[in-house]
């Protein structure tokens, strides 16, 4: 069988051998890359893709108005693909994409819900079951796909948790059951195995139903700027906010590393700090004493003196 030679058919190959364990997002984000590659560069031959056509991507799709977050996706699918091709021994060189960083983001502020904002969303829902799945998503921290996947077999009411495999990292992630969540279960009936959520005909809940319905939610309670994913957001700000520490949240959101979660929640953790702020011993003991006492003049001899250890 002839290897495949133009970027599209090593692509192709490539995504098709992946996509029995990709979610249908990042399926998606494959397709979305793939296209736009073709769109902005032309479909070369693989061996003949070089850092500059993806600097040349770059370029034209900041010109076009995609923004620099939504880039960067598209530059971590390629970043990966030059590696598996070079690890296939598709190219005749290591990844050609590997000297292309990704654009610098703006930090920008977490959007998550106060109590306030999510009562009213709550109160807002009129079908108690979406009530329930936005309910264990914020006690959870769980992506909404993940929610919905929940099944009576992951929850371990003797040791109080529920054992996921992530979706997206693929991870058993082990997750305390927290006390209003015991009281959601309750409330749906103890079960011993099959899912937690399903529709009033037993159909399966999609993510894009449930995802539309908290919007719709929102609106509703007119609480603007938020998706079903600030849920999850919620969940770590509000942690972090309470004094929990970064690998804590890290575990419970099931991130891949404490970098990722210090990426977007380090700024919310600065209650931890006061403890150790808190142990700093002013020179003197007090602000008034530290800033009074005599001013040098033009008569007063300045003399070199030891720094002051500070103890």
């Known amino acids: 069988m002839e290897q495949p030679k133009l970027f599209s058919e ?4 490539y995504s098709s051998l992946r996509s029995s364990y990709l979610s249908p997002d990042t399926r998606r984000t494959l397709h979305h890359t793939r296209k736009m590659l073709i769109e902005f560069v032309g479909d070369k031959p693989a061996d003949q893709l070089t850092g500059v056509d993806l600097l040349v991507l770059v370029r034209r799709a900041l010109e076009s108005g995609r923004m620099p977050a ?3 996706v598209n530059l971590r699918c390629l970043h990966a693909f030059g590696r598996w091709c070079a690890k296939q021994k598709l190219l005749d060189r290591d990844n050609p994409f590997a000297g292309v960083d990704l654009l610098k983001v703006p930090a920008t502020p977490i959007r998550y819900l106060n109590h306030e904002e999510f009562r009213r969303i709550y109160n807002a829902e009129s079908k108690p079951l979406l009530g329930q799945i ?8 769980q992506r909404c796909g993940d929610v919905l996947r929940l099944r009576w077999e992951m929850i371990d009411l003797q040791r109080a948790v529920i054992r996921l495999v992530n ?3 693929n991870r058993l992630n082990t997750i305390p059951i927290h006390s209003m969540l015991m009281e959601v279960l309750q409330k749906m009936g103890l079960k011993s195995e099959g899912p937690l959520f399903v529709g009033r005909r037993g159909e399966k809940l999609t993510v894009s139903y449930a995802s539309h319905q908290f919007l719709k939610a ?12 600030t849920l999850r957001k919620t969940f770590a700000s509000w942690l972090a906010l309470s004094g929990v520490g970064l690998h804590e949240i890290q575990k419970l959101l099931g991130h891949s590393s404490v970098t990722l979660t210090e990426k977007y929640y380090a700024s919310l953790c600065a209650s931890e700090l006061h403890g150790t702020i808190a142990r700093l011993q002013p020179v003197t003991g007090s602000l008034p004493n530290l800033v009074s006492g005599p001013q040098p003049n033009a008569d007063m001899t300045v003399h070199r003196v030891r720094p002051m250890m500070i103890r």
């Open 10 to 13: 090593v692509w192709d190959l």
């Open 218 to 229: 929102a609106r509703r309670a007119r609480v603007d700027g938020v998706t079903f994913h």
């Open 134 to 141: 936005y309910l264990v998503a914020l006690v959870t921290g």
């Open 167 to 169: 979706k997206k990292t």
């Open 70 to 72: 939504g880039i960067n």
